[in-house]
């Protein structure tokens, strides 16, 4: 990405803005938006535009109009990643999955798992049409059923006997049998008492039959048998078939069916069975009667359910042998490399890692970070369980936490949850690098509310980002010292830095000029515009108070023009010049204005024009305006107060209370104005070295309408 355009009209709080950002030389831009330009608007058009949504003017429905190019071309809403100042969420587990993956083997490890994967789905299917259960469910049903503790499906697969299962209940569905009105029946008293009877008695007809055995060759079985010789041509091939209590041999499949069904009709037709049944099939579940009407031969079944569950599962797994034998050779033969491969996972160091200690190098928090089933999660078995550690600082002992329970009990300050959402926000970051994914981020004010160590931690962290060739940046902060401290760190250059300014036309962006120092910078060397001449007074005099101290003539004088003293309308543009030529060898002073103009003249005159400026960073124009508030509430106080001696030090401070104590009652609205003046504007006149944060960040219509309400008075 070269070049990035934006043609934005009605977009949230954007009313327009036309720009074109330049990338070819700085993968990373810098916008100082004061509160209330665009910061946020900003931040959630991009927002809008990565979730596939357009933009809107949400206050008064106004028509939105969206265009955002990259190199010409309307720009991808995957490449957009917008990062706010802080969002109470966790990390997307796709990443943290990402950042766990040893790509070389995880290869190695999906080719032998995935197959049995294949395999293990196409059984849990072919058991979902047998039993009926849901294929989400099966797993779960066979090993409860089975009360297979370690959950180890293979390894109860694989240990099946199926020689051992004679027995072929599988035409029975598992799902119609164990479900709740069903069991409820069942578990009746009555009923079940009618189930203990019927089975005692058809166990009785078992022992004294020609042809069955109790336990071991009942019908179902003779069943069975007949359908593998009919299905075998046992008797085409002309074998032949004694039955124990007969003098002949069965040469004749229908000879032997017939046998056997009279013997079966001796049994279940028995009339005292038949009359028990009759009571049994007394069920209102419909399905289940049916059932009993189809298979009566499952009654003796219901007298230990438990067994009965076994025996279903059993009877649908001897069906599908073939194909679980395959299924377990596949998995016994890739078991020892699955194996090895977790091992490996377990011991290897990957980016999820590099990520951990690199937040714990630069942040302060107090807690460590890491996941329990990691090997599962960089083979893709399951989704990453992250813990949070807490050292006892007396015991030194560990308690272990995840996300959710910290949440819940709200342990952590405002400060750690912000250090733990920015680490999400590095997670999601380094997933997208180790995917190789072109990138814009947006962010949103990140450093903010975060101590000066964590900030700093923020900034270094945006410079590795810069360095990333698929990764640009648009930084929007509201804080001047950040805006300061991302290019003295050289995340951006400064044809990249901007300024925002808001007028009745809409946003603009002007590159920022003097950011490091603007006395130095800019003011020093443009005294020719009275602003900024005006703004370097407070400057000059602080570097008088620090090289000759308060007693200095040039200190005091300077003193009158920022305070309204008795003498404040004797101090003329001379004596402005001889103090900065005094001061500062070489300067040039090459104001206009005739050197016979009072100071203040030019002060509140200036102050006239700034409030015809546009609403942006407006240092020059934030000073004048402090300055003349100052001057006109003092000036205001100084003509109502009765007591007009002399005020060494804090003038405006004081002044004001001899102003409250006097008209507190009468003159409450004035009152409250003055108190707004004594409140704002020390901060901003008194500047200490190059902090100008206090007054940056204040906005230019709350100065134009305090000085509009102190003219006024």
């Known amino acids: 990405m070269n070049r990035l355009n934006l043609d934005l009209k009605n977009c949230f709080g954007i009313d327009r803005l036309e720009h074109e950002f330049d990338f070819s030389n700085s993968r990373a831009i810098a916008i100082y938006a004061p509160n209330g330009v665009m910061k946020t608007s900003f931040a959630k058009t991009f927002k809008a535009v990565s979730e596939g949504k357009d933009p809107e003017e949400q206050l008064f429905g106004n028509i939105s109009d969206c265009e955002i190019l990259s190199d010409g071309v309307n720009i991808d809403k995957g490449e957009i990643v917008v990062i706010k100042s802080f969002e109470n969420k966790i990390t997307a587990e796709n990443s943290v999955t990402t950042l766990l993956v ?212 059993n009877s649908y797994l001897a069906k599908e042998r073939t194909f679980i034998e395959e299924l377990i050779q596949a998995y016994s033969e890739g078991k020892e490399r699955l194996e090895e491969i977790e091992r490996l996972a377990e011991e290897q160091r990957t980016s999820w890692e590099d990520i951990i200690d690199k937040f714990k190098a630069r942040f302060f928090v107090p807690f460590n970070v890491d996941i329990k089933n990691k090997s599962n999660v960089v083979l893709g078995k399951s989704a990453p369980n992250i813990t949070f550690s807490f050292e006892n600082p007396t015991t030194g002992d560990l308690k272990e936490m995840k996300k959710e329970k910290i949440d819940e009990i709200d342990l952590l300050s405002q400060g750690e949850k912000r250090a733990m959402y920015l680490l999400n926000v590095m997670f999601n970051i380094e997933a997208r690098k180790k995917e190789g994914k072109k990138t814009l981020f947006i962010i949103d004010d990140i450093a903010d509310s975060f101590d000066y160590k964590n900030k700093y931690a923020i900034i270094q962290y945006l410079k590795d980002i810069s360095n990333e060739t698929l990764f640009f940046q648009i930084i929007l902060t509201h804080n001047f010292d950040f805006f300061r401290s991302i290019q003295s760190r050289n995340i951006c250059n400064y044809k990249s830095m901007y300024l925002s300014f808001k007028s009745t036309e809409g946003i603009r962006l002007e590159p920022a000029r003097g950011i490091k120092n603007p006395f130095i910078n800019d003011w020093k060397i443009n005294l020719n515009n009275s602003k900024k001449l005006i703004a370097s007074i407070p400057f000059v005099r602080n570097i008088i108070e620090y090289t000759e101290g308060e007693i200095h003539q040039d200190y005091n004088d300077l003193t009158s023009i920022l305070h309204w003293k008795n003498d404040t309308e004797t101090k003329l543009l001379s004596d402005l010049e001889r103090i900065f030529t005094n001061h500062f060898n070489g300067i040039n002073f ?124």
């Not at 106080?637 to 007009?644: A, N, Q, R």
């Open 590 to 713: 090459n104001s206009p204005i005739q050197r016979n103009k009072k100071v203040v003249e030019i002060i509140l005159e200036e102050a006239e024009n700034c409030l015809l400026a546009d609403e942006g960073i407006n240092l020059e124009n934030k000073l004048v305006l402090s300055i003349s508030i100052r001057l006109k509430a003092e000036q205001y106080m100084w003509s109502k107060v009765t007591d007009k001696s002399a005020i060494n030090g804090s003038q405006t401070g004081k002044l004001f209370g001899r102003f409250k104590n006097e008209f507190t009652g009468t003159l409450d609205n004035e009152i409250k104005i003055m108190d707004e003046v004594n409140l704002i504007t020390p901060e901003n006149i008194h500047l200490n070295s190059f902090m100008f944060e206090p007054i940056l960040d204040l906005s230019d219509i709350h100065l134009k309408d305090l000085y509009n309400r102190i003219k006024a008075l």
């Open 102 to 313: 040893d790509e070389e083997s995880k290869s190695d490890y999906d080719v032998i798992y995935t197959d049995i994967l294949k395999k293990k789905s196409s059984l849990i299917s072919k058991l979902n049409k047998l039993s009926g259960e849901k294929q989400t469910d099966v797993e779960n049903k066979v090993l409860a059923d089975f009360n297979i503790r370690n959950n180890d499906f293979f390894k109860f697969l694989s240990e099946i006997k199926f020689d051992e299962v004679d027995y072929d209940l599988s035409q029975i569905k598992y799902k119609e049998i164990f479900e709740p009105d069903v069991i409820n029946f069942i578990k009746n008293p009555e009923v079940k008492k009618n189930i203990d009877e019927y089975t005692e008695k058809y166990n009785n007809l078992l022992e004294h039959s020609k042809y069955f055995k109790k336990g071991i060759f009942n019908p179902t079985k003779a069943d069975n048998v007949l359908k593998t010789l009919s299905k075998e041509n046992f008797f085409k091939a002309n074998h032949k078939i004694k039955l124990s209590g007969d003098d002949d041999e069965i040469l004749d499949e229908e000879v032997f069916k017939v046998r056997l069904e009279e013997e079966r009709k001796e049994i279940l037709q028995n009339a005292e069975l038949v009359k028990i049944e009759n009571e049994i099939k007394k069920v209102s579940v419909v399905r289940f009667r049916e059932i009993l009407e189809e298979a009566n031969y499952i009654i003796p079944e219901l007298e230990n359910l438990e067994e009965f569950k076994k025996r279903l599962w």
